[in-house]
């Protein structure tokens, strides 16, 4: 099975505080996504990687950085938290057609909930 | 033109009933249609997908019906079951990507 981790279920930091959410998955991805869950507004695309050291924007990247070092671990980073980012983040990955899983399947992660105070 | 629709934002269905949500897309270009169910706690995971060249699949008893040329796709689960309730994304993708757009979700109760 693949499995999507997250480093936390649950975290709360202050504002103006870094923090770093990582994500590891097992299954040799390519792909790798951090969203965003917000009531009302479903999910939202922060950032994605397609390989190491490559990146590019969501739909929602303000505020955010990120960074895939490793093949199997993309990190969400938070230069200086703020109360508005609190929410749920799902980390997600997948592989391209081809490779034994339905077409695009994205198997995601149980979630990090973040708390900004 | 990014954007997919999802209505309605809340379902509450009896036990044995039918549970129906919709979606609609703008884009032409996208060609991959996932749905994805949420249990509280967990992240989502693939219930089922369709791809424009078919206008229905099937599933046990979830069916996703297709309609191209009025851009909508919908989720019908058959014979609703307490089990079922759960948050319901609908997305849409293109082959170029790899991204997701995704509809904004449907909180589905099932009544026993």
């Known amino acids: 099975d693949v499995k999507v981790t997250q480093s936390s279920r649950y975290l709360v930091k202050r504002t103006g505080e870094k923090v770093f959410l990582e994500c590891v998955q097992d299954?040799?991805?390519?792909?790798m996504f951090w969203y965003r869950q917000d009531p009302g507004l479903g999910l939202r695309l922060i950032y994605f990687s397609y390989d190491v050291k490559m990146k590019e924007k969501g739909d929602i990247p303000e505020g955010y950085s990120v960074s895939r070092e490793k093949k199997e671990r993309f990190s969400l980073i938070l230069e200086s938290a703020s109360t508005n980012q609190t929410s749920m983040y799902l980390c997600a990955s997948s592989a391209p057609p081809g490779q034994g899983f339905s077409y695009n399947e994205q198997f995601f992660g149980p979630g990090t909930r973040l708390t900004v105070l | 033109q990014q954007q997919v629709k999802q209505s309605p934002q809340s379902l509450i269905v009896q036990k044995g009933g039918i549970s129906i949500i919709n979606c609609a897309y703008e884009?032409?270009?996208?060609?991959?249609f996932p749905w994805y169910q949420q249990f509280p706690g967990k992240g989502p995971a693939l219930l089922i997908a369709i791809r424009p060249d078919v206008s229905e699949k099937k599933e046990g008893r979830f069916t996703i019906s297709f309609n191209k040329s009025a851009k909508q796709f919908s989720l019908h689960i058959m014979d609703s079951q307490p089990g079922d309730s759960a948050t319901y994304f609908c997305a849409a993708s293109n082959s170029g990507t790899y991204k997701y757009i995704f509809g904004t979700g449907t909180r589905l109760k099932v009544l026993a």
């Open positions: 884009n032409t270009a996208f060609d991959y």
């Open positions: 299954m040799d991805h390519e792909n």
